[in-house]
């Protein structure tokens, strides 16, 4: 309900900036982006762990195109786009080391003479697992200039949205012995998975460089990121985020 509270509001705006288009003179760019980042944050209690875990963060990875539409002589500019995007955690032990965990398998009912299974109630060791989810979201952003002059360089401030719909999940187990993979199956099967949807808020400040008519290179630090939506990643709760992040924005129309 959230998530499409913050879509219906978000597309009210874009239909007010646009109306506002009409009764004066404005100037379009389509772009790419590159972004990179991650979240601190507090490993989350897992189901079936059976010892003490600590985990890495959350890593994010990103790219996408955007097409930016400018207001007030080019100083306040809105965006939307499509971008993808990759979330990964690891929980491992504790311990010092390559020590492990112990995770719990679904029992197996028929045992294979040649390959040793598990009982009822045995437990794997594994030394990590790797979860990482790929996302296809919509980003929407607000930018504004504080100077109005059409100067080399530009700094800027940036307030933005993206809402993620999850594409796909994959992990990754790491086993105290090879003879355990042949269980990496039913593992998988009970490592939980991420939530649908989630989104990305992100007030952000940078440097826009190049002159208006040029081709614009923009660098900007996220700060602090924040990801509200149920279990955005199933091993890290996160706090709080920062992301770097690099375009490149051709201009496509001016009147």
Request: proline letters at 4%; charged letters at 20%; glycine letters at 10%.
């Given at each position: 309900?959230?998530?499409?509270?913050?879509?219906?509001?978000?597309?009210?705006?874009?239909?007010?900036?646009?109306?506002?288009?009409?009764?004066e003179k404005i100037s379009s760019r389509i772009g790419?982006?590159?972004?990179?980042?991650?979240?601190?944050?507090?490993?989350?209690?897992?189901?079936?762990?059976?010892?003490?875990?600590?985990?890495?963060?959350?890593?994010?990875?990103?790219?996408?195109?955007?097409?930016?539409?400018?207001?007030?002589?080019?100083?306040?500019?809105?965006?939307?786009?499509?971008?993808?995007?990759?979330?990964?955690?690891?929980?491992?032990?504790?311990?010092?080391e390559k020590t492990v965990f112990v995770f719990f398998?679904?029992?197996?009912?028929?045992?294979?003479?040649?390959?040793?299974?598990?009982?009822?109630?045995?437990?794997?060791?594994?030394?990590?697992?790797?979860?990482?989810?790929?996302?296809?979201?919509?980003?929407?952003?607000?930018?504004?200039?504080?100077?109005?002059?059409?100067?080399?360089?530009?700094?800027?401030?940036?307030?933005?949205?993206?809402?993620?719909?999850?594409?796909?999940?994959?992990?990754?187990?790491?086993?105290?012995?090879?003879?355990?993979?042949?269980?990496?199956?039913?593992?998988?099967?009970?490592?939980?998975?991420?939530?649908?949807?989630?989104?990305?808020?992100?007030?952000?400040?940078?440097?826009?460089?190049?002159?208006?008519?040029?081709?614009?290179?923009?660098?900007?630090?996220?700060?602090?990121?924040?990801?509200?939506?149920?279990?955005?990643?199933?091993?890290?709760?996160?706090?709080?985020?920062?992301?770097?992040?690099?375009?490149?924005?051709?201009?496509?129309?001016?009147?």
């Open positions: 309900m959230k998530n499409r509270t913050i879509i219906i509001c978000c597309g009210l705006l874009f239909i007010s900036l646009f109306v506002l288009a009409q009764d790419v982006n590159l972004g990179f980042g991650g979240f601190l944050g507090k490993v989350v209690e897992l189901d079936r762990i059976s010892s003490h875990i600590k985990g890495s963060g959350l890593g994010i990875a990103s790219g996408g195109v955007k097409y930016e539409q400018f207001f007030s002589e080019n100083q306040l500019g809105f965006a939307v786009g499509l971008q993808f995007s990759q979330y990964s955690a690891t929980i491992q032990s504790d311990g010092k398998v679904i029992p197996v009912r028929i045992r294979d003479p040649i390959r040793w299974r598990y009982n009822y109630g045995e437990y794997l060791k594994i030394h990590s697992i790797k979860q990482t989810n790929y996302h296809l979201g919509i980003p929407l952003e607000l930018r504004y200039f504080p100077k109005k002059t059409d100067a080399v360089f530009k700094f800027y401030y940036k307030f933005g949205a993206t809402v993620n719909f999850l594409l796909s999940s994959t992990n990754s187990v790491e086993f105290g012995n090879n003879i355990m993979e042949i269980d990496a199956r039913e593992v998988d099967k009970q490592i939980e998975k991420p939530g649908v949807v989630h989104t990305y808020f992100y007030p952000a400040f940078g440097m826009k460089f190049f002159r208006n008519h040029r081709v614009w290179l923009n660098m900007e630090i996220q700060i602090p990121g924040i990801l509200i939506g149920k279990n955005a990643h199933p091993f890290i709760k996160p706090f709080v985020g920062l992301k770097l992040q690099q375009a490149l924005q051709f201009p496509i129309k001016k009147q």
